[in-house]
């Protein structure tokens, strides 16, 4: 390595460091200030209705010629370690979402997009339509004991629908020309033409109310948690950019 190369390597490096940190720092905070409203969420709107749908899998409850033998059975009450758990999972769910997305929020600004918490409720909307509405939009969630198809195909196809949304949300966003937002439209399309994976036939104890309500409450609290991710992350890096800056 010549001396110049070793300089320039010295500049750049306390740089990347702090882009580094920034990108990590505002990550930290947005992914578990989200995921913990997110989580609290899923415990008061959609946790009832998911064990509303097990008691019809385990059979507790046994629906008779469209009644069940109790519209509103005595659910299990809170569990300390059961719902803990769940609140420190979402929570490290969503901060990985936040890191994806602060990362490109990065790129994004050294494009000349500007990154605050009013443009990050829309990147955070552009989330909820990659990991959720687009690949829920055929494959709904779902709640326990209903057909479904093997697990292995599901995940590639929800996998490569999430992929194909996520390239055409940036065509959307940072295309130039017409020929990237008509590129867009085929990405989101095509999953849905081609279909995901389903079973042989539909069957399953659950009553479809119950279904219906739990696939509502799913969106909208991920919905939600998205915004909530987007909102936190703008915010927080451009404050830790004010904070860099003030601090150089």
Same mark, same amino acid.
């Given at each position: ?20 940190? $920034? ?6 905070? =947005? %992914? ?5 409203? @997110?989580?609290? *969420?899923? !415990? ?8 509303h749908a097990e008691l019809y899998e385990t059979g507790e409850l046994v629906h008779f010629g469209g009644a ?49 918490? $009013? ?6 909307? =552009? %989330? ?5 509405? @687009?690949?829920? *939009?055929? !494959? ?19 996998t490569a629908t999430v992929a194909a949304a996520g390239v055409a949300m940036w065509l959307i966003a940072f ?37 219906a309500l739990f696939a509502a409450r799913a969106f909208g609290v991920g919905m939600a948690a998205w915004v ?21």
């Amino acid at each position: 390595m010549t001396p110049h190369m070793m300089c320039v390597t010295q500049l750049a490096s306390p740089a990347t460091k702090q882009m580094y940190s $920034r990108i990590l720092t505002s990550a930290l905070f =947005a %992914g578990a200030a989200a995921g913990l409203i @997110a989580a609290l *969420l899923q !415990l008061v709107f959609v946790q009832p209705v998911l064990l509303h749908a097990e008691l019809y899998e385990t059979g507790e409850l046994v629906h008779f010629g469209g009644a069940a033998v109790s519209a509103h059975p005595e659910l299990p009450g809170f569990d300390l370690m059961r719902d803990s758990l769940s609140i420190v999972f979402t929570m490290l769910t969503y901060t990985g979402y936040a890191l994806v997305m602060v990362a490109l929020m990065s790129v994004a600004e050294g494009r000349g997009a500007e990154i605050n918490a $009013r443009t990050g409720l829309i990147w955070g909307l =552009a %989330g909820f339509i990659t990991f959720h509405f @687009a690949p829920g *939009l055929t !494959l709904a969630p779902e709640v326990p004991g209903v057909a479904a198809a093997d697990v292995a195909d599901r995940q590639i196809w929800w996998t490569a629908t999430v992929a194909a949304a996520g390239v055409a949300m940036w065509l959307i966003a940072f295309g130039s020309n017409k020929i990237s937002y008509l590129i867009a439209a085929v990405l989101l399309l095509v999953p849905h033409l081609i279909g995901a994976p389903e079973p042989d036939s539909f069957s399953g104890p659950v009553p479809t109310e119950i279904g219906a309500l739990f696939a509502a409450r799913a969106f909208g609290v991920g919905m939600a948690a998205w915004v909530l991710v987007g909102s936190f992350a703008g915010y927080f890096w451009q404050a830790e950019g004010e904070r860099t800056e003030a601090s150089a």
